[in-house]
């Protein structure tokens, strides 16, 4: 289902069900079937049968009764830090999505899109306080990319391009980080591991942003030797 979903979740979204209905059917291993829960929640979302979307999502358990939460109280001393610590992160990371979903449901002005934003920006350099931020500088480069492209619809460009200046610098840390340990004292339990970071496309979170920086509808802004400096950092580590 997951594969699928990647490869094109519109196209085989039948597929996805039929799939999830089968797991649900046949199968008593939890976590396959909470897989399945999640993956036609989503089909029945994207097909628009919100109905059918609700119905599956009731089936799954609420935050506060999953395993990352109640190993938390399973486990003792270091090993019980060492996951409390990684709830931290999920529970950030669940924060930023949660308020992307609300960006993309809700009727948000451009000021309003930017508070969203710099609060969810917020939240994750309070936890990575000391700038290492392992696998999420790539969503601190997502999310500065996204406050760009608001300042830059309320044709302010000076902040806007700070934006970008940021955006770029978190996906350079990103696209060009070893393995280790988080440092910050609320994750600093927490290893740093390239092979926890998976994606379905092509390029690399460089690439990704100079691809933007490239597009037409930008190139009024090429001239900015801003925007240049951007460029030019980006273009040796982006993958295309």
Known sequence: MY??????????????????????????????????IQMLC???SFKGEKDKAKEYACMANSYYVTSNQ??????EGDETVEWCQGNIQSLVEIIGN?????????KYNQED????LEFVISLYELLYYDGNC???????SEFYEYTAQAYLKLGDEDKMIECLEKSAEHAIKFDTQTDGMFTS????????????????YTENRSGLLLKTLKKEKN???YDDPRIQKIIESLTPIAIM
């Open 219 to 221: 190139a009024r802004l």
């Open 42 to 44: 989503f089909a029945y």
């Open 98 to 106: 949660n308020a992307l979903i609300m960006l993309g449901n809700g």
């Open 70 to 75: 109640l190993m938390a109280r399973a486990l």
């Open 113 to 116: 899109r930017i508070r969203v």
């Open 3 to 36: 594969a699928l979903d990647s490869e094109d979740s519109r196209k085989n979204e039948d597929e996805i069900i039929e799939c999830g209905k089968k797991i649900l059917e046949n199968s008593t291993e939890n976590y396959l079937r909470a897989g399945a």
């Open 185 to 200: 004292f609320m994750v600093n339990k927490v290893k740093i591991s390239s092979v926890d970071a998976v994606k379905n």
């Open 134 to 140: 392992g696998f999420y500088h790539s969503r601190l």
